[in-house]
């Protein structure tokens, strides 16, 4: 009997939970609806009011008066147009030369260039070691030396032996073997010759030249210190003389920039801009930066240094009679984009919606392609809260 009660209680609590929820559904339902019939009537009502504002400004003067709204006005005239990728870069130089060893390298025993010197394509900066490299020559001039002793007394023997031979003394065999003796001699001297040029280019090995002219920007090198070539630990040698910027450009412009594309290069800290064109473009996208290299020439200047950084403003988009407006002035509605324009109708000045079909967008300009010409008059300043037929008094100001 008790679990007969249990279960009536339960299915009782049941029914009445479901009743409440279908309630609660029912009572946000009816207020959802109400809703959206308020607001329509909202949208309606506003239309009627403007219109009425509308008609009653065409009939009444004294409410022509009252409703104009001041505005600053701007007739539209075609320009050129251009749209750039910003981007940032630095400056470079094309020649930045580390001064290297011609041999393996060695302890250095005299340095000749200090930070900041102007040094000359082929001076001497370093002095390497050349103790055992010298050595080496003064013993290979010595052998050298032996030899052409050994090969003057062996030529004069040839020519004993051949006079005796030619007057029928002595043998055919010792002719030859003084000639050949002669000949070993020749060719050993040609040897040691070749060998002491050897060690002299291996002595010019330890004197350290710049191979380029330019200005000494790093010296990092002591005497007695090793000296192999290392950037960290040698000469920098820089050539201001032909500059370049370098830049990296998103993988997602590939298809608008080419070898030749014209750039607008401004180097902030010293004021200054130049009108350039890329000249190299890397030929792989950056697995790091997803980009590509860009390098730019731009002219010799003794303000620029390597490193500066730089603006770099790359051309992708231009046309030389565009229709252009401020961009502040688009609006959006139901319909699409648009802009007010001062309509002239009859002896009044009245705003009107003029639907646009906008292009690029540069900094503060909006290119427009489609909804607006030449001559058209725009609202530039006093432009919100404008409605389609409201009446303007204005001060003109043509861009």
Same mark, same amino acid.
């Given at each position: ?108 025993r005299a340095v000749y260039v200090k930070k900041g010197d102007r040094v000359r394509k082929g001076q001497l900066l370093l002095k390497l070691d050349d103790a055992i490299v010298r050595q080496n020559i003064v013993a290979a001039r010595q052998g050298m030396e032996a030899t052409k002793t050994q090969l003057t007394l062996a030529k004069s023997l040839?020519?004993? !032996?051949? *006079? @005796?031979?030619? &007057? ?6 010792? +002719?030859? #073997?003084?000639? /050949?003796?002669?000949?070993?001699? !020749?060719? *050993? @001297?040609?040897? &040691? ?6 060690? +002299?280019? #291996?002595?010019? /090995?330890t004197n350290v030249v710049s191979n380029v002219d330019g200005v000494a920007d790093e010296v990092n090198i002591h005497v007695g210190e090793t000296f192999t070539g290392a950037p960290m630990a040698g000469i920098k040698i820089v050539n201001t003389s032909r500059l370049k910027v370098i830049t990296d450009i998103p993988e997602n412009y590939i ?145």
């Amino acid at each position: 009997m008790q679990s007969i009660i249990k279960i009536l209680f339960i299915s009782v609590l049941a029914v009445s939970l479901t009743a409440c929820g279908d309630t609660e559904k029912r009572v946000v339902k009816q207020k959802r609806e109400k809703l959206e019939k308020l607001k329509k009537e909202q949208a309606q009502t506003t239309i009627e009011i403007k219109k009425l504002e509308t008609e009653l400004a065409k009939l009444d003067p004294n409410v022509k008066e009252d409703r104009a709204k001041l505005v600053l006005l701007d007739t539209l005239k075609t320009i050129s147009f251009t749209h750039y990728i910003d981007l940032q870069g630095k400056v470079d130089a094309e020649n930045i030369s580390y001064v290297s060893p011609r041999g393996m390298g060695g302890q250095v025993r005299a340095v000749y260039v200090k930070k900041g010197d102007r040094v000359r394509k082929g001076q001497l900066l370093l002095k390497l070691d050349d103790a055992i490299v010298r050595q080496n020559i003064v013993a290979a001039r010595q052998g050298m030396e032996a030899t052409k002793t050994q090969l003057t007394l062996a030529k004069s023997l040839y020519e004993r !032996q051949k *006079n @005796l031979w030619e &007057q029928n003394i002595g043998t055919e065999v010792q +002719v030859l #073997q003084a000639k /050949t003796n002669v000949e070993a001699l !020749q060719n *050993n @001297l040609r040897t &040691q010759q070749e060998n002491v040029k050897a060690a +002299v280019e #291996q002595q010019n /090995t330890t004197n350290v030249v710049s191979n380029v002219d330019g200005v000494a920007d790093e010296v990092n090198i002591h005497v007695g210190e090793t000296f192999t070539g290392a950037p960290m630990a040698g000469i920098k040698i820089v050539n201001t003389s032909r500059l370049k910027v370098i830049t990296d450009i998103p993988e997602n412009y590939i298809a608008k920039v080419a070898k030749g594309t014209a750039v607008v290069v401004s180097i902030p800290d010293i004021g200054k801009t130049f009108n350039s064109s890329i000249n190299v473009i890397s030929q792989s996208i950056s697995a790091a930066t997803r980009g590509f290299i860009a390098e730019i020439s731009i002219p010799a200047d003794k303000d620029l240094k390597p490193n500066l950084m730089a603006n770099v403003k790359i051309q992708d988009y231009a046309v030389t009679n565009a229709i252009v407006a401020p961009v502040n002035t688009l609006q959006n509605d139901e319909k699409g984009k648009f802009v007010m324009v001062a309509v002239k109708e009859g002896n009044k000045l009245v705003a009107r919606k003029r639907y646009i079909e906008v292009g690029e967008l540069y900094e503060d300009k909006l290119e427009v392609r489609n909804g607006l010409k030449a001559g058209d008059v725009i609202v530039k300043e006093g432009y919100q809260s404008l409605y389609d037929g409201q009446l303007l008094t204005t001060a003109a100001a043509n861009s």
